[in-house]
RNA sequence: CGGGACGUGGCGAAGUUUGGUAUCGCGCCUGCUUUGGGAGCAGGAUGCCGCUGGUUCGAAUCCAGUCGUCCCGACCA
């Protein structure tokens, strides 16, 4: 958690009382969410939205400079697709969505709200996959899905929620193997450089793959209240797909062969990370790259002649380089401070009558209150230089505390002990690789597996829960 | 889906035990005064008491059902 500040916001409440009442009031009062009378379906108010317009803008702009196009497949789903992948259909059966009528006539198949769409891919790449000339095909789809979760909470877990879904197919193992890899990189990488979120890289166990999956590929961060949330995913398929939906090309020998494939994607899952990654007691703290307005404006007695329109004048300039609010409404100017750090706006400039005189204003940084006095000259060296530092302060306070709640563990009574003494968090420790290990540590600690990380530590020689010797050092978490 | 708590103007609550005029704070509107950390005064508006049904002369209050929210489990991006 972030060092004590003082607590200027008292419609939120702190962490510390409640985590999951913070989160519920933060994501209301700083108007992301209002919810509807379907539950679990939820309005994602225009704030909100613009979060993931930005998240959408640079993970498209990533896509397209890797060579990947975007396409758009259909909503609904017909049963019989659905079930041509045996791991597939029983993975997502229990939560999918079914349409049986049109207006009064009963359907003669029902069909399937999206819950994901390999199965739609899958068909298309049947059509259209012929020669190793047709392939790699490299798609991509923003769209929304749908499934029919029991327990639902704002942008963690939605009946219907906001994701990009990557669908490719490949010649060769190996080709889909590294477009496996590259999009999970990406992924990581987006959370660093723009999220400031770091993130755990790694595959998950065979228990907690994507159904229909050869093998699944997870980033896992690090919550505030030391709970685990994946925050994206990428699959590979091998040719399991493929040979299930019938997908085949003639290669350059002229036999026919199947295509391997992958699929990955991240969600507005991610607008839940980034509150519960930098959020503090006053709400919202957003990394500049993906905030709706980096910085606002707030003129000081702007009804005294002058300032409102130097107040214009500052903001249009600063407009030419950085996203700005001007805020020229009649609330007080302690209101606005308050409802601005609430919607977690990077950068604060005060700018009144005192200021103007002097030539410079006054910039407050919301990540730790700091208020310094700018020259007006500096304004377009500051700002930006600013924007860049409260990024890397918020992603190094972000590895500071996942280094702190991350604990090495070689036995059960230490991993015990470790989340008793510091709270929930990262447990490394070893494991033989049998699922019945996987099930006992969650069983007697609490902490699941979340993946198992490239970057491999040897913690111990010996299984944490059977003593027989480690395959694998495991990240353990407490997850959402 | 199991266990628990809760739905009363936009928000937060009181009233429900023991049925009898719908209450308070904040917000909202109008005007004036204000403006460097959620401004002050005056006047004003806003309620199918979540929804459906039942009991009753009469229901926010009692009963049944249902929908939604939150918490704890199981499931999950």
Not at 256 to 264: D, I, R, V
Not at 444 to 458: H, K, L, N, W, Y
Request: aromatic share 10%; charged share 25%.
């Amino acid at each position: 958690m972030a060092e004590k500040q003082k607590k200027q916001v008292e419609e939120i409440t702190s962490m510390e009382d409640d985590f999951a009442q913070w989160y519920t009031d933060v994501v209301k009062k700083a108007e992301l969410v209002e919810y509807t009378s379907v539950k679990g379906c939820m309005v994602i108010r225009p704030y909100g939205y613009a979060i993931w317009e930005n998240i959408q803008r640079i993970l498209d702009g990533m896509f397209k400079a890797t060579g990947h196009e975007n396409v758009y497949m259909p909503l609904f789903i017909p049963e019989s697709l659905l079930e041509k992948e045996k791991d597939h259909v029983e993975g997502f059966a229990p939560e999918v969505a079914w349409v049986t009528h049109g207006g009064k006539e009963p359907l003669e198949e029902r069909l399937c709200v999206r819950p994901t769409s390999e199965t739609l891919f899958c068909e298309h790449y049947a059509h259209i996959v012929q020669s190793h000339r047709d392939l790699p095909k490299l798609y991509n789809q923003w769209v929304s899905v749908v499934r029919w979760e029991k327990t639902t909470r704002p942008f963690l877990r939605t009946r219907e929620f906001l994701w990009q879904e990557g669908h490719t197919c490949h010649a060769t193992a190996e080709e889909a193997w590294q477009e496996t890899r590259q999009m999970l990189d990406i992924y990581a990488r987006f959370c660093e450089e723009s999220l400031a979120i770091p993130v755990i890289k790694g595959p998950k166990t065979e228990s907690d793959k994507f159904a229909g999956a050869v093998s699944t590929l997870a980033i896992e961060a690090l919550m505030h209240d030391g709970k685990a949330l994946q925050a994206g995913t990428s699959h590979y398929f091998g040719d399991g797909f493929a040979k299930a939906f019938g997908i085949q090309y003639s290669n350059k020998e002229n036999t026919l062969t199947y295509p391997h494939q992958t699929s990955w994607g991240v969600t507005t899952r991610l607008i839940g990370a980034i509150i519960m990654a930098h959020g503090d007691d006053n709400g919202l703290v957003l990394p500049p790259a993906v905030a709706p307005i980096q910085v606002v404006v707030v003129p000081i007695a702007s009804h005294k002649p002058g300032v409102l329109e130097a107040a214009r004048e500052l903001a249009g300039r600063i407009g030419a380089f950085a996203r700005v609010k001007i805020d020229e409404s009649d609330n007080s100017p302690g209101w606005k401070f308050a409802q601005y750090e609430m919607q977690g706006v990077p950068l604060r400039l005060e700018y009144g009558p005192r200021d103007i005189e002097q030539g410079q204003c006054v910039l407050v940084r919301r990540d730790n209150g700091e208020k310094t006095t700018v020259p007006l000259a500096e304004l377009e060296a500051t700002i930006p230089a600013q924007l860049q530092a409260l990024h890397d302060s918020l992603l190094q306070k972000a590895k500071d505390n996942r280094e702190r709640h991350t604990y090495r563990c070689a036995s059960l009574e230490e991993i015990k002990q470790a989340l008793r003494e510091n709270g929930d968090g990262f447990v490394y420790a070893m494991w033989c690789g049998e699922e019945a290990c996987e099930d006992g540590v969650k069983e007697a600690t609490g902490v699941g597996s979340r993946c198992i990380p490239f970057d491999q530590e040897q913690i111990a020689d010996t299984c944490v829960f059977c003593g027989k010797p480690s395959q694998h050092m495991v990240c353990w978490a407490v997850a959402y």
